[in-house]
């Protein structure tokens, strides 16, 4: 056998190799590690780790059967040897990986070497520039399967319902039905379990439901992989990629399998989702003779990790369970169910109320006893009674009411990824909302160009070629006018169809190509004819984009940005009379034009150029290379483009609603100050009548933390900003006490969105950072579907308030009146089964229509809520008020029932009928926060169905001889049903004191 440090070969075959690992056996940890790092090796086929042997099975193809034996062993061998120092334990993956970055930055004395070529011929037998052919990918995919992670396992029908039973307030309907087994009451004990059956189905249903849709949510969020294949440039489904394709990364994208590049430019990774580090990690593409395959090589990426920044292209390795996210994914698939902050506090106020409840009829049972009422009946209607009085549905009615409302917002376009994201939008003070495409349309077109001198106006809307380029002032010659257009179609990366004006990409480039082909510049044949050799994209921190063209007459740099950033830049320009110097006060003259054109609510685009000498030496390459930042000097101005983005439709009254809501709505752009304010004041934002503070990017660099938190508070608009302001912004909001909702779009937006209260994502112009990194996802990028969502998050609570008012009132009047009764020494006023028939007319149905009521009529216009909203005092008082009612109204109506009829079951009956049709007239009360209104005639379908529904059952519980028998009540003569009846609606008339 051979040995090496820390492992020795136990057996090997051509193709197949068995390694003895001590440190293996027993450790599960070691042994996903060991199997999710050697899966990144290409030659590898399949591994397998067997803890209880302590062995590793790896079948490889090989090149050289020597060379990839080393290798692999000695990869091995670095990993376990490093777990020696530091051993794996048990229950930490975390550990692993730090034994993993331990074994990675370990010197080694081996070196092999395989050149790119062979492995490129492993994995794609075509080329890297050609791909794979369509027929090859359908049969890897058809061999491999999809392209997926393993999904959370959810668990079995029965384990949820086993979980259901597990609920204290579901033991104690358990309890209550084995004292009735007890006493020989075997009916009653059966209407009890049947009660928690129904509980149980129930809570199926709605875990399957909500796992459906789950799964439907990420449906909807699949990303995307732009894959060369046969040849061309498409975008596929990322779950098609294969072992093999070669995907085109750039800045904002997450990684969709695990692979090595090929080609990279200024390529930075983050990998914190892997490693937990949180610093970029710089990229580079594989050298032409040498490939390495250390364990977090540099030319290596994986699956779930994002490209911060740069551009590259990607040799697909492995793909779903075999990427090193999908061996930890394997063994973290199983369910998880998240409770959000008001379920904990609803179930914390709930066993308040628990203990409560059950030591009042503890104390009413024991004073029942005293009082010589017979102990069986007395012990066990303590037990029932106990058991109608605890709200046992009601942490299944949360979840329902929170399912209920991401459904509504999937309808609206809102995406919501996790049901807590709903409840503290709901609380939000602050809504931050970036300009373009959110309170803007997004659907830029220029309206007026400019070099200073000479003028033109452009006329149509959006990206229609429909309009015209006309000359304002004399002078101005068609030669500046195109050279202004050709310069602004080069400097692009954007693409349209002029026919359907469909468009790709950013909507200020594209806005330019319909500028440069209205204005006569053919854009098609341009950019056929002059090529593109060098690149600087457009970043929000330069905020400039650079590229170097090449035509016949020689190659030319066009820079395209802000007009600050640009002009600071110039030494020269553009004019009538060919190029002259441009002067500090021409420079100024420029700056005024352009601030000018920033207060007719103008995004203003500076163009500028420069004439590359013939024997300057650049490099050139397959990719393209960066531009030198020594060129990005001494420009010639070309000319100034202003192009218009108007508002959205109903983002006014929308702004507006959340004024009248409590909460501030502030807008962070990175245009320039003078549009960002003339956009505010159009949607009224900013009053033209009142002072305003407008904060730029300067300004927030020149203030501490602390000096921004003293005046966060004063600033609508922040311009000139870029996407590390917001965190800034965020952390001064939050440190004043508010809760913070973020926008954001493009990757640099994803700490400020992840560091916000609520998150939220761009879903058409947002990155895959930005959608993971945020808790809600608006799918039309729309200032108005957030407002939606805010008010359905209030919704949900307003909902799930008054579900609870009303339920636990009705309880409580059951106690009230049972404890009443007993106090005074009358008569026992209900019987078990009564409690039971009470508890399921009134409580299920009534209480889920309050919380999937779609309420509207006060929307935005109540103040955000607080903490103590649960135990607020008014709500406090009407819950306890509302009780009082109920259960006055029922003791009432039992003591005349025996004064008038002498007759126990008549009375019964009476109280029970009072009890259920007093707590079915507080659905509408409830329904409309105390506002009056005729309860049988409530505003809303459903509960009007269940007002009349549930009354038409217990009508025909008390005059259906067979279903009396089960409840024990009795058909009453006409003056004791129209005594309960009025009771119970005198006790919903009576004026309310406390208003909340």
């Not at 307030?169 to 059966?190: C, H, K, N």
């Not at 902050?341 to 308040?352: D, E, H, N, S």
């Not at 089964?833 to 006060?858: C, H, W």
């Not at 109280?911 to 809303?940: C, M, P, Y």
């Amino acid at each position: 056998m051979q040995h090496f440090a820390a492992c020795s070969i136990a057996r090997q075959v051509p193709g197949r190799l068995r390694i003895a690992i001590p440190g293996l056996r027993g450790n599960v940890n070691m042994a996903q590690l060991l199997v999710a790092q050697m899966a990144l090796v290409p030659e590898t086929t399949e591994v397998r780790a067997d803890p209880r042997t302590g062995r590793l099975l790896i079948l490889y193809r090989s090149f050289a059967d020597e060379d990839v034996t080393v290798k692999i062993v000695m990869m091995i061998d670095r990993i376990a040897e490093a777990s020696r120092e530091k051993p794996l334990g048990l229950s930490s993956i975390d550990s692993g990986l730090t034994i993993w970055r331990r074994a990675r930055d370990k010197p080694t004395h081996t070196t092999t070497t395989i050149s790119t070529d062979e492995v490129i011929q492993v994995y794609n037998p075509g080329s890297a520039s050609h791909g794979l052919s369509s027929q090859d990918a359908l049969l890897k995919l058809q061999d491999y399967g999809k392209n997926r992670l393993p999904q959370p396992i959810a668990p079995p029908w029965w384990k949820t319902a086993v979980e259901q039973l597990k609920d204290y307030m579901t033991l104690t309907l358990f309890g209550v039905a084995g004292v009735s087994l007890s006493l020989g009451r075997i009916f009653d004990a059966l209407s009890m379990l049947s009660v928690i059956a129904i509980n149980c189905a129930v809570a199926v249903a709605q875990e399957r439901r909500a796992n459906r849709e789950a799964n439907a949510l990420r449906a909807l969020g699949s990303q995307a992989s732009t894959v060369i294949r046969d040849g061309v440039s498409q975008v596929i489904p990322s779950e098609d990629l294969v072992s093999g394709d070669i995907v085109l990364l750039e800045a904002g994208d997450r990684i969709p399998a695990d692979g090595i590049l090929l080609h990279a430019r200024s390529f930075e990774v983050d990998e914190s989702a892997l490693t937990g580090e949180s610093v970029p990690v710089p990229k580079e593409a594989c050298g032409a003779d040498e490939f390495s395959k250390t364990p977090l090589a540099k030319n290596t990426v994986y699956l779930g990790t994002c490209v911060n920044r740069g551009r590259a292209r990607l040799l697909v390795v492995r793909t779903a369970s075999r990427t090193q996210m999908g061996q930890l994914a394997e063994q973290l698939s199983v369910h998880e169910v998240l409770i959000t902050p008001l379920q904990k506090r609803v179930r914390a106020f709930g066993k308040i109320l628990v203990a409560t409840i059950f030591t009042t009829v503890f104390f009413v049972t024991v004073i029942g006893l005293l009082r010589g009422f017979p102990s069986s009946t007395m012990i066990l209607t303590g037990l029932t009674l106990a058991a109608s009085a605890v709200p046992e549905g009601l942490p299944l009615l949360i979840t329902v009411a929170f399912t209920v409302g991401v459904r509504r917002m999937g309808r609206q376009k809102a995406l919501v990824r996790h049901m807590s994201a709903l409840e503290t939008l709901g609380r939000a003070t602050v809504i931050c909302s970036d300009k373009t495409g959110t309170l803007t349309k997004n659907e830029m077109t220029v309206r007026m160009v400019t070099n200073g001198e000479s003028i033109w106006k452009v006329t149509g809307d959006g990206f229609s070629l429909q309009g015209t380029v006309e000359k304002q002032t004399k002078g101005a010659t068609h030669e500046e006018l195109m050279t202004i257009a050709r310069y602004g179609a080069l400097c692009n990366d954007a693409n349209i169809d002029f026919d359907s004006g469909a468009a790709a990409g950013d909507p200020t480039e594209s806005a330019l190509l319909v500028f440069a082909q209205k204005a006569g510049q053919h854009v098609g044949e341009l950019r056929k004819n002059i090529k593109r050799t060098h690149e600087s994209p457009f970043e929000s921190e330069k905020r400039r984009m650079s590229v170097i063209c090449k035509a016949d007459v020689g190659r030319v740099l066009i820079v395209k940005g802000a007009a600050e950033e640009v002009l600071a830049r110039c030494d020269s320009r553009l004019g009538p009379d060919g190029v002259a110097m441009l002067t500090e006060s021409y420079r100024e003259h420029l700056f005024k034009y352009a601030e000018d054109m920033a207060k007719s609510a103008l995004r203003v685009i500076c163009l500028a150029y420069r004439v590359i000498p013939s024997d300057s030496s650049l490099e050139l390459g397959e990719d393209l290379p960066t531009v030198p930042h020594e060129l990005e000097q001494h420009l010639i101005f070309a000319g100034l483009i202003g192009m218009m983005d108007p508002p959205r439709q109903q983002v006014k009254e929308s702004v507006e609603s959340c004024k009248k809501a409590g909460i501030k709505v502030v807008m962070i752009t990175g245009d320039h100050p003078a549009t960002a304010i003339a956009i505010g004041k159009e949607i009224g934002l900013v009053a033209t009548d009142k002072p305003y503070e407008v904060m730029t990017g300067d300004r927030l660099d020149a203030l501490s933390q602390e000096e921004l938190e003293a005046v966060v508070d004063h600033i609508s608009i922040y311009a000139r900003v870029s996407p590390r302001h917001k965190l800034a912004i965020v952390k001064a909001l939050r440190s004043r006490g508010h809760v913070v909702a973020m926008t954001g779009d493009g990757v640099n937006d994803a700490p400020a969105v992840r560091h916000a209260d609520v998150g939220i994502a761009m879903g058409q112009s947002g990155t895959d950072v930005t959608k993971e990194a945020s808790a809600l996802t608006i799918e039309d990028d729309n200032f108005v579907t957030i407002v939606r969502a805010v008010e359905e998050g209030r919704g949900i609570f307003s909902n799930i308030r008054r579900a609870l008012g009303y339920l636990l009132s009705g309880n409580l009047g059951e106690v009230l009146f049972v404890a009443a009764s007993v106090l005074l020494g009358i008569e026992l006023p209900i019987a078990p089964i009564q409690i039971l028939l009470v508890n399921l007319v009134t409580d299920a149905l009534p209480t889920l229509a309050i919380l999937t009521s779609d309420r509207r009529t006060k929307k935005l216009e109540e103040a955000p809520r607080v903490e103590q909203d649960l135990t607020e005092p008014t709500f406090i008082r009407r819950l306890l008020g509302r009780a009082v009612r109920i259960g006055g109204s029922a003791f009432l109506v039992f003591w005349l029932g025996i004064k008038m009829f002498g007759d126990v079951s008549v009375a019964r009956t009476m109280a029970t009928l009072t009890l259920i049709l007093g707590q079915l007239l507080q659905i509408e009360f409830w329904h409309q926060d105390g506002e009056k209104r005729r309860a049988v005639k409530s505003s809303n379908r459903m509960l009007r169905a269940t007002f009349w529904g549930t009354s038409l059952l217990l009508v025909s519980a008390v005059y259906i001889p067979f279903l009396g028998s089960i409840f024990q009540v009795v058909p009453l003569p006409p003056l004791a049903m129209l005594g309960a009846v009025a009771a119970a609606v005198v006790a919903y008339k009576v004026p309310e004191f406390a208003h909340a």
